[in-house]
C-alpha cells in the first residue's frame, strides 16, 4: 500500500504545528449582545477563539470592502468539533481569499483555514505521498516539494491560494490540473463533527469543479477540508507542451538535454540518458510566464481567471470560427469544445477596459482587476457587462469562476 514509512531525513522540515486552542467549557446560554440586540442565532454560546465584528478587506485578494460578524481563525480540526452541530448559523470557509467576490458584510461565521503542516508521509514503487494541512500556501507548498526532491505540481506554481481550496475547484495551469496529483483529503462535517476521509472518485473533479462545489459545501461551509495529500509520481515527465509555457521553455534554452536534470533520478535509470529540463526549471519558467501575464494581487488588487473558459457545441465551435478565425479552440474528449474566454473579452472590447474602480486587465483580458478602492457591487456590474457583449457578439455565456459572498 502507500504508506510505507519515511525515515526523518526524507521528511524534511516540519512547519511548526502551533498548540490547539484550550477546549472552552462548553456551550453556556447566550443572553443578549452588549448593544441590547440578540445575535443573529443565540441558542449557544460561542467558543472565546471566535472574534466579533471583523474587517475582511485585507484578506481577500480583490480587496474589496466588507466585515464577518463573526470570524475564527482555524488552527487545528478539534476547533471545527467545537463549533459542529450550530447549523441554524450562515458559516463560509475563507482560505486564501484568493477566488472571492466579497459583495458587503457577511452577517455568519467565517472560518479562516489557518492548518498548518506539510510532510513527505509516504512512497511505494510508483509515487511519493506528500500530506499538507489546509491552511498552507499553495506555491510555498510548491516549492517544499521541489525542495525534497518529488517533482509533479511545479505547472501550478505560483497559483494564490491555499491548499485546502486547490481540490475545491481543481486548480489547474499550463496542461495539469491538481486532481492529477491528488490521492486524499480529510474533511471534518460540521453538522456531526465527524471527521471524514474523501478519496479521489469522492470528490468528482472536472474542469475547476468537485463534489465541494456540486454539492455546495464550498457556500455553507458544511464539509471543511483540514487536510489534502497528494500523489506525485516517480515517473516524472516534464510537461511543457503549453502553447505559452513551451514558448517560454524555449527562450530559456530549457527543452534540450540537462545532464543534472532530475532530483531522484536512480529511480528511472533511462532518464539519465534524455532527461530534459529539471523540475526547478519548469518551475521558473511557469513562474516567469505567470509573472508577465498575471498581476500580482499585492500591487493591484484581483481573484485570477474571472470567468471560467466556456464548453460549447462543436456545431456553434465551427460557426464562430470561420467567422473569426483566431478563436482559440479546444477540442473536449465529450466532443465539446472549450473556448478561450479571455479571447472572446478582448474581441469584445473589454481588454485594459475600465467601469468604475474596476477593469479588464490590459495584458490578460480574463482577469478582473480592483483600480483602487472598489466594491463588489462595482465588481458585479462589470462583470455583468463583458457577459452582455461576449453574448450579444458570440452568443456564448461566460460564467464567473470566483465565489461570490
Ligand atoms: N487570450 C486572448 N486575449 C487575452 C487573454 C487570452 O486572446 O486577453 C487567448 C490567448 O492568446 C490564448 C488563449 O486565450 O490563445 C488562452 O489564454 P491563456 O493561455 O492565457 O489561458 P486562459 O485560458 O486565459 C487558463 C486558466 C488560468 C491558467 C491559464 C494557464 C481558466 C479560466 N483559466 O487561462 O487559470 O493560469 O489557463 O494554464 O481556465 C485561474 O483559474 O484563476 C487561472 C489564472
Redesign the pocket.
Known amino acids: 500500500s502507500a504508506r510505507s514509512p519515511v525515515t526523518s531525513s526524507m521528511i524534511g522540515q516540519r512547519a511548526p504545528v502551533s498548540a490547539p486552542p484550550k477546549p472552552n467549557a462548553g456551550w453556556r446560554p447566550c443572553s443578549r449582545a452588549k448593544n441590547g440586540r440578540r445575535h443573529a442565532v443565540s441558542e449557544r454560546q460561542l467558543p472565546d477563539f471566535v472574534e466579533r465584528d471583523v474587517d475582511l478587506t485585507t484578506r481577500t485578494t480583490l480587496a474589496l470592502p466588507g466585515r464577518a460578524a463573526l470570524y475564527a481563525e482555524i488552527r487545528d480540526a478539534r476547533q471545527l468539533a467545537m463549533l459542529a452541530g450550530d447549523n441554524a448559523r450562515r458559516r463560509f470557509v475563507l482560505g486564501a481569499g484568493s477566488?472571492l467576490v466579497l459583495t458587503g458584510d457577511f452577517d455568519g461565521l467565517l472560518l479562516r483555514m489557518a492548518i498548518r503542516g506539510r510532510e513527505l508521509v509516504g512512497d511505494d514503487e510508483n509515487a511519493w505521498y506528500v500530506r499538507a494541512g489546509a491552511g498552507e500556501n499553495w506555491h510555498q507548498l510548491v516549492l517544499w516539494t521541489l525542495a525534497q526532491g518529488c517533482p509533479g505540481l511545479e505547472n501550478l506554481a505560483l497559483?494564490p491560494g491555499t491548499v485546502g481550496a486547490a481540490p475545491i475547484q481543481n486548480?489547474?495551469?499550463?496542461?495539469l490540473e491538481v486532481a492529477e496529483r491528488f490521492q486524499s483529503l480529510e474533511a471534518v462535517d460540521l453538522a456531526t463533527g465527524q471527521t471524514l476521509r474523501l478519496d479521489h472518485a469522492a470528490c468528482r473533479f472536472a474542469y475547476?469543479d468537485s463534489v465541494f462545489k456540486q454539492e455546495g459545501w464550498h457556500l455553507n461551509g458544511q464539509r471543511v477540508i483540514t487536510r489534502v495529500t497528494f500523489r506525485l509520481p516517480k515517473a516524472w515527465q516534464p510537461l511543457t507542451g503549453?502553447?505559452?509555457l513551451a514558448a517560454e521553455a524555449d527562450r530559456q534554452q530549457i527543452r534540450q538535454p540537462h545532464p543534472q536534470a532530475v532530483p531522484n533520478a536512480h529511480f528511472r535509470p533511462n532518464l539519465r540518458s534524455n532527461p530534459g529540463p529539471t523540475p526547478r526549471q519548469v518551475a521558473d519558467a511557469v513562474i516567469a510566464v505567470?509573472r508577465r501575464?498575471?498581476p500580482d494581487p499585492a500591487a493591484l488588487p484581483n481573484a485570477?481567471?474571472f470567468?471560467?473558459?466556456p464548453q460549447v457545441s462543436a456545431a456553434l465551435a465551427e460557426r464562430l470560427a470561420s467567422a473569426h478565425p483566431g478563436l482559440?479552440r479546444y477540442p473536449q474528449a465529450d466532443g465539446r469544445v472549450k473556448l478561450?474566454?479571455?479571447?472572446l473579452?478582448?474581441h469584445s472590447g473589454w481588454?485594459g477596459r475600465d467601469l468604475g474602480r474596476v477593469g479588464m486587465y490590459e495584458k490578460?483580458?480574463?482577469v478582473l482587476v480592483n483600480r483602487g478602492g472598489a466594491s463588489g457591487a462595482e465588481v458585479g456590474a462589470l462583470a455583468r457587462a463583458v457577459q452582455t457583449d461576449v453574448r450579444e457578439r458570440f452568443g456564448v455565456e461566460l460564467t464567473p469562476?470566483p465565489v461570490f459572498l
Request: positive net charge; aromatic residues 12%; hydrophobic residues 35%.
Open positions: 477566488n497559483i486548480i489547474g495551469a499550463y496542461g475547476r503549453y502553447g505559452e505567470r501575464k498575471l485570477g481567471s470567468f471560467h473558459n482559440p478561450a474566454a479571455g479571447w473579452v478582448e481588454k490578460q483580458a480574463l469562476e
